[in-house]
């Protein structure tokens, strides 16, 4: 991940310019995996209708990659503008995509590789300390996000796929097993939320502001599949009491009885995952939860999910200094030890992992691992600005002539990259979604009983 000391305000600096390239590469051969580890046939189908074919998100990559640093940033003529509709990501829902006209997999590998090379000539020569939209690199950075964002989201549509397993990565390591306590607390006061200085935050993470919070108390870690399945064996699924009314009737509707993947089996819970069948490991995150089904938990456990500016607070505040860093644990990229990013797993690890990665308030695993559902809608920050389009956030916005339809998610998962992750990215979702690496921990008032 682009670390802001390697960055040369006056530009100039070669440093900035490999470790671009660096996260453009690093993009390009994790969408080289994900893409190869299967034939022709398996990147053309749908395998869910929640989810684009992956040669749709292929193709997207080298599109996007075109029209922000080819066409807005070089100035170059389009190279294939016949194809812009087809992968404008609002022209056309996922579920319709398979009808369209696409590229087939040899030209979509061919576009997005010459799209590639042209890039890395543009990077070369860039006045990297010139307009807003190339300082400190900030159009390349964005574009490894995106790409970024596409592998997270390929990873999923392979966890949706049937099929032999193609992909494989080690297992984390067991969790170090030390003591701790099952909530940490983090005291009243005001923190600094979002960023000015992150050098490739996206829009909704700016502006930095003050906000000031009660105190609360927040899990330690994530809720684990034991916590879980504990729920479940209680009747979680079955009382509307721990539900909202939504989330009981979506509950309903879509007949939820437990995580997605998961089943039972001779009275064990197993699930699916890449192709693989395996027991659930009760000492996981529990992963592939809707919001819903995040928030009947608390509500069980008599907690509440914790609000996104808490969640903030206590992976970011540092009460020794006052400042908000980067992450967790200081504000230096993350390393293998601080956390599970970058699909180096394909599972969380342990909860209790990654003891270096421990934010100033006690609490593990902040980043990585799962996404974790918050009780915050959408919204943008006081100041925002929609730069430099306002379809990334802006039009996602719960605003007071629209409800709200998105919930925030914060933290990242295993399936994220470094570059894609920090602790002021924001991500969201519809309450209903558990496709997607999803998580939770809980949280309560200090005026509530523990």
């Not at 170059?76 to 579920?95: G, T």
């Not at 909704?204 to 906000?211: I, K, L, S, W």
């Not at 330690?220 to 979680?236: E, K, L, M």
């Not at 180096?344 to 006690?362: D, E, I, M, N, T």
Request: with cysteine; net charge negative.
């Amino acid at each position: 991940m682009l670390n802001p000391t390697v960055i040369d305000p006056d530009g100039g600096d070669e440093r900035l310019r490999e470790a671009i390239a660096d996260e453009l590469l690093a993009a390009r051969a994790r969408t080289a995996l994900l893409t190869d580890a299967v034939d022709d046939a398996d990147l053309v189908a749908q395998h869910s209708r929640l989810m684009s074919p992956l040669v749709w998100d292929l193709a997207h990559i080298g599109n996007q990659e075109e029209l922000w640093l080819l066409r807005n940033v070089g100035g170059q003529d389009p190279m294939h503008p016949e194809i812009d509709p087809l992968y404008d990501a609002f022209q056309h829902p996922r579920a319709d995509r398979p009808a369209l006209p696409l590229l087939p997999p040899t030209e979509a590998r061919g576009y997005t590789g010459e799209v590639r090379g042209r890039v890395l000539d543009l990077l070369a020569g860039a006045e990297l300390s010139g307009p807003p939209l190339l300082r400190a690199g900030f159009a390349f950075g964005m574009i490894a996000q995106h790409e970024q964002q596409h592998d997270e989201t390929m990873l999923i549509t392979h966890q949706l796929r049937a099929g032999e397993p193609v992909l494989a990565a080690p297992a984390p390591a067991p969790a170090p097993g030390d003591p701790l306590p099952s909530e940490v607390l983090v005291p009243a006061g005001p923190f600094t939320m979002g960023t000015d200085t992150e050098p490739w935050a996206l829009d909704n993470e700016r502006p930095a502001h003050q906000v000031d919070l009660p105190g609360f108390a927040i899990d330690t870690v994530p809720v684990s599949n034991a916590a879980y399945q504990a729920f479940i064996a209680d009747g979680g699924y079955q009382r509307p009491h721990w539900w909202s009314a939504a989330g009981w009737s979506h509950r309903q509707e879509a007949d939820l009885c437990a995580p997605l993947h998961w089943f039972q089996q001779d009275g064990v819970w197993l699930r699916r995952r890449f192709g693989r069948t395996e027991p659930v490991p009760g000492d996981e995150p529990v992963l592939h939860v809707t919001f819903y089904e995040a928030e009947a938990y608390a509500a069980w456990a008599g907690r509440r999910l914790p609000t996104e500016a808490e969640w903030e607070k206590a992976a970011r505040h540092d009460p020794a200094t006052g400042r908000s860093r980067r992450f967790p644990w200081g504000d230096e990229p993350p390393g293998p030890e601080h956390a599970n990013l970058g699909q180096r797993h394909l599972q969380p690890a342990p909860v209790g992992s990654y003891p270096a990665g421990q934010a100033p308030c006690g609490a593990r695993q902040l980043i990585g691992d799962v996404w974790e559902w918050t009780a915050s809608d959408f919204t943008p920050y006081p100041g925002f600005r929609a730069w430099p389009y306002r379809e990334y956030s802006e039009v996602f916005f719960a605003r007071p002539d629209r409800p709200a339809e998105y919930k925030v998610l914060r933290g990242g998962s295993f399936a994220v990259a470094p570059v894609a992750c920090r602790g002021t990215f924001r991500n969201w979702d519809y309450p209903i979604r558990r496709q997607i690496f999803a998580g939770f921990r809980t949280a309560r008032d200090l005026s509530e009983r523990a």
